[in-house]
């Protein structure tokens, strides 16, 4: 005997699918239907992880602002420490724009120099 689609629906109304049930251990909650039209929707678990909380935490906009504004003046720092080892070495012309490798590199030869001096 063959059911038809709305038989087996009115059969078990609330029978979660196996795919379902995995997908729903694996995120740690459990899956609920909704009164109005029997859409599923997660329900939230107890207690988070620690590694979905800073998740949570840092996905808000207070965070990413704080964040981005670290970021800037991280930045502003290491771009300020460069501006003052390049004042440094010697070059021609003096006020020669240098990459920031360019300036690394200048800076390693220029130490070298300096330790073949002193060692002479």
């Known amino acids: ?8 629906d009115s059969d078990h109304p609330s029978v ?6 995995t997908l729903s251990e694996v995120k740690g909650s ?17 207690q988070m992880s620690r590694e979905e909380k800073r998740r949570r935490r840092r996905a808000t906009a ?3 602002s704080a964040h981005a504004t670290r970021e800037r003046v991280r930045v502003e720092a290491f771009n300020v420490a460069f501006a003052e080892l390049r004042h440094l070495l010697p070059t021609l012309p003096p006020d020669k724009k240098l990459s920031k ?13 300096l ?4 060692d002479v």
């Open 16 to 21: 979660q699918s196996e795919s379902d049930s």
């Open 30 to 46: 459990s899956v609920s239907e909704t009164e109005g039209g029997g859409r599923r929707t997660p329900c939230l678990p107890q």
């Open 115 to 118: 330790n073949h001096v002193l």
């Open 62 to 64: 207070k965070y990413r």
């Open 101 to 113: 490798i360019e300036i690394l590199r200048l800076a390693i030869c220029y130490i070298s120099y």
């Open 1 to 8: 005997m063959m059911l038809s689609p709305e038989q087996v």
